[in-house]
């Protein structure tokens, strides 16, 4: 047999333990791969020859039938604040039952949503599933271009201590059990009080390493349906901004209500939610059923962001222009893609926020000013490496939020009032194209992830850096955007407008904001140097830089 040592409570290696929301043209599968989350947990003998000589795919779409969704209650090893923890889980998932008595269980490890599925067969007690058998399949990345196999099983205890588990990979079925209320039950122990370690049903790869398991599951059946259009509902096309990009939604009128596609294209994509129109007001209402994704509900919620704290609202209220077919809403209102109705995780990046969000109906004019360029963060030295770190938002759109074609955009930067027009020797570049990646190892690196522009500056006496939007149509005219200049000196900004007045950013400081390097929000009371962004009452924005210790 296969034996499994797992070290209790050890520290995990995951590298996307953020708690930020992911920006655009990032996987929709947002979960580390399993190889990042190094659980100690190892083989002392070869791995389970039946688990090798069984590799097939995973089922990623289950056949026709009845779906069915359940609330799920489990007790087992979960990944908890880095380590990996015997405790409770909470969530939902769906079961397919099919005409000729099979039933396929979506995300059957609570620890792990892989969106794929365990095929079982129906009996007088329940769904009989037969372990192992293969669940998921991800990139070798020791091995280019090989695969690591990954397998739901039953492990049974062999040895335990208060550091250290050792389980065994069996050959045996796991039957969950249906009741008479159509409610499903297993717990491997025995013991419905208290499920206990002494057996699992657990995730682990084709060379036997543990990574999750579930000595217990509790199903109770619910009665959840998404939101549909009307037969025949004409869509068009529109945008939602957040986070600085734009991606693609669909929208349709029906009188008074208003249907959006898409809004959550991360972890619920191609749901819809509802709204009320009431003259110029559009209403989302909290609460409204997404998807069944990675072993949770997804539910659409309103909710406020102040003090780095997500607060749960009974519904968003846009404004909303008919003339220029665009719906805003005041600053600090959100739109969450969330697995639980009751509360938004400060801790678990399991949810998706849509921050200060704008919907606006899709099309192309090629001669729009574009948006001002917004000051992110400057460190001067950046830790102590001899060079300085300053970020901008380039956003691709105009101030009213009308998009705009990437290749007719392009940024000039000002270091010092100098225009750059020297950046590779030889070079009298002065306009960046949009998206621009490139090194003059006597000058600066400049780089854009998306909508951020990062520049490392090697000028150990920088007293300002001023960058600008260029918007040059096919016919080659071309519209600027305001110069915004960040003062060193005086940690300020300054936006240098087309007539020449200069206006140096208020004093009223009415929201504040704490973005980590990367230019995501982040928890301000915790260790590091954070950017911390306020606006002023006079809409204007500026920076100043924090060491948490």
């Known amino acids: 047999m296969n034996k499994i040592t797992l070290l209790c409570g050890c520290l995990l290696a995951c590298f996307a333990a953020s708690a930020q929301p992911m920006l655009p043209n990032q996987k929709t599968d947002s979960r580390p791969s399993l190889q990042s989350l190094e659980l100690n947990a190892r083989c002392v003998n070869s791995p389970l020859n039946v688990m090798t000589t069984r590799a097939e795919e995973p089922i990623y779409e289950a056949p026709e039938g009845e779906k069915v969704l359940y609330e799920r209650t489990s ?34 490890v609570a620890g792990w949503g892989t969106n794929t599925y365990l095929r079982g067969t129906m009996t007088d007690e329940g769904i009989e599933v037969t372990l192992p058998q293969l669940i998921d399949v ?64 657990g995730l682990c790869d084709d060379q036997g390493r543990l990574f999750f398991g579930d000595a217990a599951q509790y199903l109770t059946k619910v009665n959840l349906s998404n939101i549909t259009p ?57 609460g409204q059923f997404l998807a069944e994704e990675y072993g949770y509900f997804y539910y659409f919620l309103a909710a406020t962001f102040e003090n780095n704290l997500y607060a749960i609202e009974p519904s968003i209220t846009f404004q909303y222009s008919r003339e220029k077919n665009m719906m805003k809403v005041p600053e600090g209102q959100c739109m969450v893609s969330n697995p639980r109705l009751s509360s938004i995780s400060n801790n678990y990046p399991d949810y998706m926020p849509y921050d200060d969000p704008v919907i606006k109906k899709s099309g192309f004019i090629s001669s729009y000013v574009p948006a001002n360029p917004k000051f992110i ?14 970020e901008f938002h380039l956003y691709p759109y105009s101030e009213d939020y009308d998009p705009i074609d990437t290749s007719q955009l392009s940024f000039r930067l000002y270091i010092n009032d100098e225009l750059v027009d020297n950046f590779s020797p030889g070079s009298d570049m002065t306009d960046f194209p949009y998206g621009f990646w490139g ?9 854009q992830l998306g909508t951020n522009l990062v ?35 005086t940690d300020s900004v300054i936006i240098d407008q087309e007539d020449g007045v200069e206006m140096l950013l208020g004093d009223d400081v009415v929201s504040s904001e704490c973005y980590d390097l990367n230019g995501l929000r982040c928890d301000p009371t915790s260790k590091g140097l954070h950017i911390i962004v306020e606006r002023h009452s006079d809409g204007s924005i500026t920076s100043r830089k924090v060491m948490r210790r």
């Open 75 to 108: 007790y087992g090893y979960y990944y908890e604040w880095d380590t990996l923890q015997f405790g409770k889980r909470e969530g939902g998932i769906s079961i397919v039952y099919t005409e000729d008595g099979e039933a396929y269980i979506r995300n059957p």
């Open 138 to 201: 991800e990139p070798d990345f020791e091995n280019i271009g090989g695969t690591i196999l990954f397998y739901a099983a039953v492990m049974k205890c062999v040895d335990s201590s208060d550091d250290y588990v050792t389980y065994e990979v069996v050959e045996e079925n796991v039957t969950f059990l249906i009741d008479a209320e159509g409610n499903i039950s297993f717990n491997l122990s025995g013991n419905d009080q208290t499920p206990n370690k002494d057996i699992i049903m």
């Open 230 to 286: 009307p037969e025949g509902l004409e869509l068009e096309d529109w945008q939602l901004y957040a986070y600085g990009e734009p991606h693609n939604i669909k929208v349709g009128f029906d009188g008074e209500d208003i249907y959006l596609r898409n809004f959550d294209y991360i972890y619920a994509p191609g749901t819809w939610v509802k709204g009320k129109i009431d003259g110029d007001n559009v209403t989302f209402e909290s």
């Open 377 to 390: 963060g400057f460190v001067d030295f950046f830790f102590e490496m001899g060079m300085n770190y300053c």
């Open 439 to 447: 090194e003059d190892p006597n000058l600066m690196t400049i780089f």
């Open 455 to 489: 520049m490392y500056l090697y000028d150990r006496n920088i007293k300002s850096i001023g960058v600008q939007l260029i918007n040059t149509t096919p016919e080659g005219e071309e519209f600027e955007s305001a110069l915004v200049i960040y003062d060193v000196t």
